[in-house]
């Protein structure tokens, strides 16, 4: 095409070309949506039922409250039955009573039991019993800090998305308008109209910004890939965010009162405590070895022998009735032993815990700051953007008088989608932070999503 105008330059001038190639090139800077593009709401839906480390923590949730089963299950009584038939073939080889001097025998025997035990004090049960419920309760909290970091996650994910579709339309655009340029060049170059140095130039940048483009391929596939790595399924079209995006600052504007609600509220904090009351709970346990224990038992035994070796057969029953006291003395110091491990695995718990909440405070400051960085960012943004865009319309006035190249021209372009760009990424970031600052304190929810989603352009 380029070279179709050139070749009626008696009727197209250079400046009518250059006007054609400024309207070819803001074509790249208008973003083509769908007529259905996808939302953050629909991809989280998709995140619910197939990213795998939610659904393991959903598992994980369920399989844990047979844990609180299981151990009262040590409080219930214990019943069971026993059945045995015995043959016996018997016979005299010697004996001192002349009576029974010798003699051989056959006989059946049949012999059923059944027996009931009932724990009346058993101190490592209780103490298992009190860990299984701070178990359960670690898990439940656990449950949730998954749900909320799925959100986190997938908000991370799409805005990443969107950000690396960014940065290809910025490398696409600039590599359209440099190869012009380097077309250009190289005809003015192969007129004489140009120094050597100025070819060589456009030809380099055009190299560089190839490269740039092809990164930038890489990027956003590696980000539509993170997508799928959630949702189990191909990303979309994904529908971009207003750019009259609503900033607020955080409320209560303050950071103090962020930080003691999110001590006090945190889903992964409050696990991590009642994991540390599971571990006191089990050192308990391991004490409770030295401990005695009192069992409740009965029994009922019917025995039948239909012969003996001396004659005649019996018939009994049997019922027992006890309580048995088991007083643990000396078991090779394996009680002890469990014990000192229990201990320091309680203490590990608590520096754990201990890790955990500073790494909240530094998280909650970091989120509760980074929101308010975005809006001040983002608003500082779109003023550069406000006056780029006039700088842009007077150099393509400029260009139209001859007072710029189209090189200005095109760098103003360049200029302007780079501004629109840190501005789109301030206002990622906005949406990013806030959400990160509402999982610090643990009341991020679907509502939430459901907010971001009516920030997108094709937001319902």
Request: glycine letters at 6%.
């Amino acid at each position: 095409m380029l070279n179709r105008w050139r070749g009626h330059s008696s009727s197209c001038s250079p400046l009518r070309l250059g006007t054609f190639v400024v309207g070819l090139i803001l074509l790249f800077f208008i973003p083509i949506r769908s007529v259905h593009a996808e939302g953050i709401l629909d991809v989280y839906r998709l995140a619910i039922e197939n990213d795998p480390a939610y659904k393991a923590a959903r598992f994980s949730h369920e399989a844990s409250k047979e844990t609180l089963s299981q151990a009262w299950a040590a409080f219930q009584p214990t019943i069971s039955a026993e059945g045995i038939y015995t043959n016996t073939d018997q016979k005299i080889l010697s004996s001192d009573n002349t009576v029974y001097g010798q003699g051989s025998a056959s006989f059946p025997t049949t012999e059923y039991s059944v027996s009931l035990t009932q724990p009346l004090f058993n101190m490592s049960s209780l103490s298992n019993l009190f860990r299984a419920k701070a178990r359960v309760k670690a898990a439940d909290m656990g449950m949730e800090a998954a749900r909320q970091d799925l959100i986190v996650r997938v908000t991370k994910a799409y805005l990443g998305g969107l950000a690396a579709r960014d940065k290809l339309a910025l490398a696409k655009t600039e590599e359209a308008s440099v190869e012009m340029h380097y077309e250009l060049a190289s005809g003015k170059y192969k007129m004489g109209l140009t120094p050597k140095t100025d070819y060589l130039d456009a030809k380099a940048r055009m190299a560089e910004v190839r490269a740039n483009r092809i990164t930038a391929e890489s990027v956003q596939d590696d980000a539509l890939q993170a997508l799928r790595e959630v949702t189990g399924m191909p990303a979309g079209d994904l529908a971009g965010l207003r750019v009259d995006l609503p900033l607020k600052n955080p409320e209560p504007n303050d950071i103090e009162a962020w930080i003691s609600a999110a001590v006090k509220q945190n889903p992964t904090l409050e696990a991590q405590r009642q994991a540390v009351e599971a571990a006191r709970q089990e050192y308990k346990r391991q004490l409770a070895g030295h401990y005695p224990m009192l069992n409740f038992e009965a029994g009922y035994t019917y025995n039948e022998t239909e012969g003996t070796l001396f004659g005649g057969g019996s018939e009994v029953e049997t019922t027992d009735i006890l309580l048995r006291l088991n007083v643990p003395i000396f078991e090779g110091g394996i009680v002890r032993s469990r014990s000192r491990e229990a201990y320091n695995l309680y203490l590990a718990a608590i520096q754990e815990q201990e890790r955990q909440l500073r790494a909240l405070q530094k998280e909650t400051r970091a989120a509760y700051y980074g929101v308010a960085d975005a809006m001040e960012r983002a608003t500082a943004l779109r003023e550069a953007v406000e006056a780029q865009e006039l700088v842009v319309q007077a150099k393509q006035d400029g260009y139209k008088s001859g007072l710029f190249t189209l090189l200005a021209v095109l760098d103003s372009q360049r200029d302007l989608t780079l501004v629109r760009q840190d501005y789109a990424t301030a206002r990622y970031d906005y949406v990013a932070n806030s959400l990160r600052l509402k999982k610090a304190v643990g009341t991020l929810a679907q509502s939430d999503i459901e907010i971001v989603q009516g920030w997108l352009e094709d937001g319902k």
